[in-house]
């Protein structure tokens, strides 16, 4: 992927044939030094954008700030590789666990962890719930155009791809699947849950609340004045929680979790690169 550019062609002090003598000036070790790290630097960049992704981003450039290229290519698949690997193997161990150790069936351990029905009162007060919060993030967006098309937000792949289908159709892979389904699985579903069984319901909810607003806090680090989003998402993973463990199934922030992510997928997709 790489193409490896050495520092030095030669040994130090030896003479490169055809090469005329340096020139005695005053530039010192330092400035030669940042040449060099900005000609590796823009090697490596060479190098990261014959990738796939960086193709598409390349090809987005070139349209300006359009995505002309197959969106549903490179989310898709991404969005299947984060459902396996980060909810389907914590939901192996878990059954598994709880099979051998528990003798409980599979029908039981999927309901543990929140792969039923539940109580279905508790979808329509979801269904409220997510078309709120999808209009309220309309309404932001409007109120501060711009915001949701930040480099340091995860719809950075959705910036300036404009609403057509196939931009409708990765939005709800990517809000419904890759990052809804995958971290309700894992957030409410198994740690909400398990929490729920040992502890009464305010602090459970207290407790799936604070480690999934924890991982999320990083974001913070290279943009301190998302500060107010992570509010948000502090709230709504206290709503969330509840309507898991009220319910007893993972519906209903599955809904809200989804309506969120796509809404502000397609927001990124209505507006331009900051």
Known sequence: MFRVVP?????????????????QDNEGTGVRFGKEIRRLGSTARRGLESTPRGLALAERREHGGRCECSMLAYVVPSALIQLLLLGGVPLLLYGLYHRIRHQRSWREIAQRAGLSAGDLRYAGYALAAALAVAAALVAASRGAPGFFAREELAVRQFTGAGITLESVLA???????????????????????????????????????????????????????????????????????????????????????AAANVTTALIAAAQSTM
């Open 171 to 257: 939005a709800l892979v990517y809000g419904g699947i890759q990052t809804g389904l995958t971290e309700e699985l894992v957030f409410r579903g198994l740690i909400g849950g398990s929490l729920g069984r040992r502890l009464p319901l305010p602090w459970a909810n207290l407790g799936q609340a604070l480690v999934f607003s924890l991982l999320h806090l990083p974001a913070l680090l290279v943009a301190p004045e998302l500060w107010p989003m992570m509010a948000a998402v502090a709230a709504v993973a206290l709503f969330m929680g509840w309507l898991r463990l009220r319910s007893g199934s993972i519906l209903g922030p599955w809904m809200v979790h």
């Open 7 to 23: 520092l030095f062609s030669c040994p130090p002090g030896a003479a490169v044939p055809g090469a005329s003598r340096p020139r």
